[in-house]
């Protein structure tokens, strides 16, 4: 069989389209359906072309992509030669779009038979739970860092956005692992000198250039490291652990103050605490309190309705 992409598209539209359209009028039931059926389809595409996006695989799509307009234009200005060239290798496009995309075709199969379902239909975990995952993993990192007396600074990110920070380093934008953590703080390599900055889940820049804190209450003994932990605190609501390079003690810079000396559980509970607890509870509560705002306006709403409604027929009365 031949695709004809030089078909007749008066007739297509007519038999089809309008067809289509004239059923959807004597049964409007099947418009719930179309919709459904073209929601799954779309969501389907989407979830092909992730994975597929970033791989060798995507060029070759682009490629085919050309291909299929370059065959309907060829049928369209009536190039019947290219036309049938063309016609002939998409009637094997099946078959060479699954030797083509073996690797992928197999990869979906095998995320479909595990517990990757949800990953593979791009449902992620909740931003809860993903921030304090996020959160041990720093922990991990800055206990192997305290162990071996390596200097670092690592700010998070709260609701103050502090991008100008940010922009002064290197940009990563990776996902946060403690291993990235604890070799960009290696001692010379390009990176360890300044702070990371993790915003939004991810490792936004490294070798950020951090505001030191001025005041006369700090402690001359603070080095450069705990100054700058305690500069970017009190210009922004960030949590920023340090790290020692003399001692290896673990500190947290918050609202410009230092929480000197903290152990694996303190630092566990106060970043938690401060990044992940009170941030969801404030906006759930904020949630409940706006859904509560829009029932009592539409329960306001109701009782004028139906007030203004018995003085209109008092009044025809």
Request: charge should be neutral; hydrophobic fraction near 45%; glycine fraction near 6%.
């Amino acid at each position: 069989m031949i695709i004809d992409f030089g078909m007749n598209w008066e007739n297509f539209y007519t038999d089809n389209i309008v067809g289509y359209i004239k059923s959807l009028q004597q049964n409007p039931f099947e418009l719930i359906t179309l919709i459904i059926d073209l929601a799954i389809v779309i969501f389907l595409i989407y979830c092909f072309l992730k994975i597929v996006k970033g791989s060798r695989a995507w060029q070759l799509i682009k490629g085919i992509a050309l291909l299929i307009v370059i065959t309907w234009l060829s049928g369209l200005f009536n190039l019947q030669i290219l036309n049938w060239i063309l016609t002939g290798i998409m009637n094997l496009g099946v078959i060479a779009i699954i030797v083509i995309f073996q690797p992928e075709l197999r990869r979906g199969l095998e995320q479909l038979g595990t517990n990757k379902f949800t990953k593979f239909f791009g449902i992620d975990k909740d931003l809860a739970t993903k921030t304090k995952e996020d959160i041990y993993k720093i922990v991990i990192a800055a206990i192997e860092l305290s162990k071996n007396k390596i200097g670092a600074l690592i700010v998070i990110e709260r609701d103050i956005k502090i991008q100008d920070v940010i922009s002064s380093g290197i940009p990563m934008n990776a996902e946060v692992s403690p291993q990235l953590l604890v070799n960009v703080f290696e001692p010379k390599t390009p990176l360890h000198d300044g702070a990371v900055i993790i915003s939004g889940n991810k490792v936004a820049a490294a070798a950020c250039v951090l505001p030191l804190a001025d005041d006369n209450d700090i402690a001359k003994e603070l080095g450069t490291r705990h100054r700058a932990a305690i500069g970017i605190s009190k210009e922004s609501d960030s949590i920023v652990v340090v790290i020692s390079e003399e001692t290896g003690k673990i500190s947290i810079a918050k609202d410009g103050t230092l929480i000197a000396d903290v152990n694996e559980d303190a630092l566990k509970k106060i970043l938690i605490t401060n990044v992940v607890t009170k941030r969801f509870a404030t906006e759930k509560k904020e949630r409940r309190n706006k859904i509560k705002e829009i029932r009592e306006k539409l329960h306001k709403e109701k009782q004028e309705e139906k007030a203004n409604k018995e003085t209109e027929e008092e009044n025809q009365k």
